[in-house]
Structures are given as structure tokens and as C-alpha cells.
């Protein structure tokens, strides 16, 4: 087994032990750096502090970049659907995982629930998500577009 995911599971075990969730994460940037990053939820009292997403934080604070193109994203579990979406948005190249979404749900997390809400019409979800049509809505994008020096990403 690749020794970065090694170090995610450990990640994982140790986080356990230290009063966090059962998540480990590490990216490996394009020039090689390791950054490593742990479920942070019940101590920061921040639902989106996965392991994944701290790991990313990390390295992007350490490189002093928004994209982490060419690096490699290793974790102990399948990433939930907020934590692909965070490695789309850091544009990393490549997800390597060991256990799954629904090695996760037998622990009692909804990782599994979550992508088979993605999979079902919106109007079906336990969250209500409604669209509302001010005459301003498009004055955001209209003030990004009008801005020439404005930093793409
Ligand atoms: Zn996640």
C-alpha cells in the first residue's frame, strides 16, 4: 500500500484517540510537500473541518496558493461530497482512498446518505433549497465581470 495512505489511516487512528472523528488526510503537492490534516468537527466545533478539507487548508496556507494543481489527495475514508467538492476546487489532480462510504455509514456517519440525496431530485431533500428571484441578482456577477483586474480562479 502507498505509505501516504499508511499515514492517513494512522492519522485517522491517532485522531480517534485525541477526541476527534476517524479521519485522516494527506496532500502531497506537485513539488512533493506533505501537509497533513485531521477531522476537526466536535474540537473546533466546525461541521466542515474534515479531514480532507484541513489537510487542504494546510497546504494551500503552507504553499501561500488557492490551487493545488498536480498534487495528490490521500485519505482514510471515500471523500464525502463536500470534500470532492473541495478537491475539485483545489484542482487536485488526483483522490486516493482506503475505506468507503459505507464502511463510514456502519460507523454512523452519512456519508452514503448525503451522495444518495445528490442522486434524487432536490425537492425530495430533508433541506429545504428554494430559488427567490430580486431584481438585483445578478449585480454580483455583473460587478466580477465589470472588475478588469479581478483574480481568476
Ligand atoms: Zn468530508
Redesign the pocket.
Known sequence: MDSHLQTAIELAVRNVAEGGGP?GAIVVTANGAVYEGVNRVTRDNDPTA????TAIRDACRGEGTFSLHGATLYTSCE??P??LSAALWARIERVVYAADRHDAARAGFD?AEFYEAFATPREEWKMAVTRETPADLGAPFDAWNAKSDRTEY
Open positions: 479521519f474534515h479531514g480532507e478539507v471523500p464525502c463536500l470534500c456519508d
